[in-house]
């Protein structure tokens, strides 16, 4: 059995969480703010006439509409969550498709129960 510092690890331990903590959530505002810009760019892009920019939009919201959601957040960075959130927002602003994951953060949740 080995020997533990538990003095060095109490000391450090605060500094680590403080790291952790920051980086999150630059990650989750990093994320949130690709996520935005590509869902409004995808959603102009996929109601536009013009072909050659409708179809990279189709797409690209076709593909990771097949893909599931647990699987990109898993097997990649915390930047796929952008790109995730950009093709939801992307489908409901061009298509009006409401999507389950929203459904949490939409204002009818404050509204009363009739």
Do not use: Q
């Not at 020997?3 to 990650?27: F, S, Y």
């Not at 949130?32 to 189709?58: K, N, Q």
């Amino acid at each position: 059995m080995g020997r533990h510092d538990w003095g060095a690890m109490a000391e450090i331990l605060p500094i680590m969480i403080a790291t952790g903590l920051k980086n999150t959530l630059i990650l989750a505002f990093a994320s949130t703010v690709l996520g935005i810009f590509l869902g409004l760019v995808l959603a102009v892009m996929g109601i536009s006439r013009t072909l050659w920019l409708r179809l990279p939009a189709r797409l690209y919201t076709d593909i990771f509409r097949g893909l599931p959601g647990c699987f990109v957040a898993f097997s990649h960075s915390g930047a796929a969550l952008g790109l995730i959130a950009g093709e939801l927002l992307a489908e409901e602003m061009a298509l009006g498709v409401r999507h389950p994951l929203f459904e949490d953060f939409r204002p009818e949740r404050f509204a009363l129960p009739a």
